[in-house]
T-cell receptor
Framework: KNQVEQSPQSLIILEGKNCTLQ??????????LRWYKQDTGRGPVSLTI?????NTKSNGRYTATLDADTKQSSLHITASQLSDSASYIC???????????FGAGTRLTVKP | SQTIHQWPATLVQPVGSPLSLECTVE??????LYWYRQAAGRGLQLLFY??????ISSEVPQNLSASRPQDRQFILSSKKLLLSDSGFYLC????????????FGPGTRLTVT
């Protein structure tokens, strides 16, 4: 069983709408959690990074939350744009931070 | 600033042929280097990582190998490709003073026919 589970597997929304992606993890000991955006045919790019003591972090229209007690994170996208169409990958680091566990990603499609 | 390069961008190879993918990093010293494979519609699978020249750790046993002949050069190789080797190959680097955040290259799309 993967130590990082993401849901939904895929999501289609209309331009301008909001959406929330979920990430549940069992990785231990927890170091940090990152959300990456991966455009088709490109390498992933980091959106946010959250440590144990942080429960909310924003990057423009992207807001990530972390509940270290329940081991859950979410990525909320506000006022979606066509360029938000991508895969969003949740990555949880263990130990001193160099042991990274990847979720399978959520494939988001924003339609006009 | 740091940059990471991968080449080629795309590659079509017949089954049984050899493979060599190269990754180089500029603007940083002694990075950790990683090779990942991503099958179509799937998540990232760590193949190899290296913490220094000549130091390679393999995560998944397979017909692939990796080498690090220089501090900022990481090479992924195979003597004989299999159909199952098709996928998107990503190289990444990280350093301690950036919290080991991984920075990814543009990737190589490999199709084995």
């Amino acid at each position: 069983k993967n130590q990082v589970e993401q849901s939904p597997q895929s999501l289609i929304i209309l331009e301008g709408k909001n959406c929330t992606l979920q990430c549940n993890y069992t990785v231990s000991p927890f170091s940090n959690l990152r959300w990456y955006k991966q455009d088709t045919g490109r390498g992933p790019v980091s959106l946010t990074i959250m440590t144990f003591s942080e429960n909310t972090k924003s990057n423009g229209r992207y807001t990530a939350t972390l509940d270290a007690d329940t081991k859950q994170s979410s990525l909320h996208i506000t006022a979606s744009q066509l360029s938000d169409s991508a895969s969003y990958i949740c990555v949880v680091s263990a130990g001193i931070g160099n042991d990274m566990r990847f979720g399978a990603g959520t494939r988001l499609t924003v339609k006009p | 600033s740091q940059t990471i390069h991968q080449w080629p961008a795309t590659l079509v190879q017949p089954v049984g042929s050899p493979l060599s993918l190269e990754c180089t990093v500029e603007g940083t010293s002694n990075p950790n280097l990683y090779w990942y494979r991503q099958a179509a519609g799937r998540g990232l699978q760590l193949l190899f990582y290296s913490v220094g020249i000549g130091q390679i750790s393999s995560e998944v046993p397979q017909n692939l190998s990796a080498s690090r002949p220089q501090d900022r050069q990481f090479i992924l190789s195979s003597k004989k490709l299999l159909l199952s080797d098709s996928g998107f190959y990503l190289c990444a680097w990280s350093v301690l003073h950036r919290g080991y955040e991984q920075y990814f290259g543009p990737g190589t799309r490999l199709t084995v026919t």
